[in-house]
C-alpha cells in the first residue's frame, strides 16, 4: 500500500512507527511530519487546508490510503474531498466528524437514541444560557458547540463563573465556535476513554486510556491538550467495557447510519465512570494525543491492515490483539505551555534515552535547525514506556526522561498516579 498520514503531532509520530512495520506498506508520505515521522516516512511541507493540493499530491504518489490524524482537517471535509477524487481515506467525513465538531450535535444524538450523557440544552443567546444555567444550579458545565483547540469547556464551580464562561463565548472568544452554547449537567465519577474503529456499520473495540490534561502535579493549574496518557485505564472493566459497546458506542453507531452518516474511523468516547454506570462526555472522531501513543505500543495487530479493513468495509474480520502490559506516555514541553514558551532551544540524547527495550520516544514539536534537533512546539516529546504493570512502566519512561538533555523542557512527575494507586 503507498500510504499518506496527515498530522505532525506525537499522535501521528506513533502512527507512523506503527503503520512502518507493517508489511502492507510500500511507500510512506506525511503532510506535514515533523523530524520523528521522518525516520518512517517521507515528509512534504505542504498547508493541510489546501485540499486540492493534497489530492494533487495523492495522483502524483498514487496513493492507496490516506490516514489523517488530527480532527481540523475531518471536519473541514478533507476526506470527502479525497473519496470523491477516488482515494479512500481512514477518517470520517465532515457530516460524520460532526461528532466533535458540534457538542450540541451529539447531545442531540444522545436525547435521539437514547445514550447516556448528562442533561443538557444548546443556546444561542446569554440571557437564555444563564437563565437554563441558574435553573440547573452550580457546579455546571458550559460548552463552547465548535472546535476550540482544547479550551471551550468549563467546568463552573460557581453560577457567577459559568455566567462569564457564557459572556466569553458570545463575545466571540472562540470565534464562530462560541455563536451556539451547550450548557451541561455537571457529572461525577472517574474519566476514561474508550477507543474503537469503525467501518460505517461494524465496530472494533480498541482499548482504553487515561489522560492528565491539566499541567501541573496532582492535576493542578491550568489544561493541556495532554501531559501524559497510560494505556489500559485500570477502571474499565470487562464489564464497563461491555456496557459502553452496548449502551453508548453502538447505539451512536446505528443512530448515525440510521441518519445517512455512517461514521468510518476512530471513534474516542471521553466517559465519565458515574456510580449509575458510563455516560458519555464528549466525542472525538480520532485518536487521543497523547492516547494514542500507548494504544500504539500496546498494540500486537497491524494497524494498517485494521484501517483497510475498516476502508473496504470489511472490519467483521479482524479482531485486535493487545499486549498483555501497561504502556504510559510522558509529554516533555516547552517551559511555560500552555501559555506562551520558547521556540528552538536545542534536545539531545534521544537515541541513549530511547535505548531501553520497550520505550519509544514519539517527536511531537520538534524541528531540525542547522542539523540540530530543536523544540518547535508546546508539546514536544512523547516518552513511552512498556511495562508490566503501571508502575514499571512509569519507571522505565522517568529513566528515559532523565537521559534527555532539555534545558528548556518540563514534564509532569506524576503520570500514571491513578493507575498505579489502584496497583498499590
Ligand atoms: P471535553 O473537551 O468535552 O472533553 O471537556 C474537557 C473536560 O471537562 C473533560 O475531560 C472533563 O474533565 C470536563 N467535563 C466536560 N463535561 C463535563 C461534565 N458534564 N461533567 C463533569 N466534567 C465535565
Ligand atoms: N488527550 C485528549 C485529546 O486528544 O483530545
Redesign the pocket.
Known sequence: MNVLLIGSGGREHSLAWKIAASPLLETFFCVPGNPGIAQHATCIDMDVDDHDAIVSLCREKGITLVVVGPEAPLVAGLSDRLEQAGFPVFGPSAAAAQLEGS?GFTKDLCDRFGIPT?AYMRLDNASKAKAYARQMGAPI?I?ADGLAA?K??T?AQTLEEAFSAIDECFEGAFGVAGAEVVV????TGE?ASFFCICDGTQVLPFGTAQDH?AVGDGDTGPNTGGMGAYSPAPVMTDELVQRTMDEIIKPTLAGMEEMGLPFRGVLYA?L?ITESGPQL??YNVRFGDPECQPLMMRLKDDVLMLMKAAVDGQLWTMSTRWKDETALCIVMAARGYPGTYQKGTPIGNLDEASADDGVEIFHAGTALADGRLVANGGRVLGVTALGASAREAQQKAYRAVDLIDWDDGFCRWDIGWRAIARES
Open positions: 457538542k448528562g458545565v460548552k482544547g471551550g469547556v467546568v451541561e449537567e455537571f457529572l474519566e490534561k471521553g465519565m462526555i464528549e
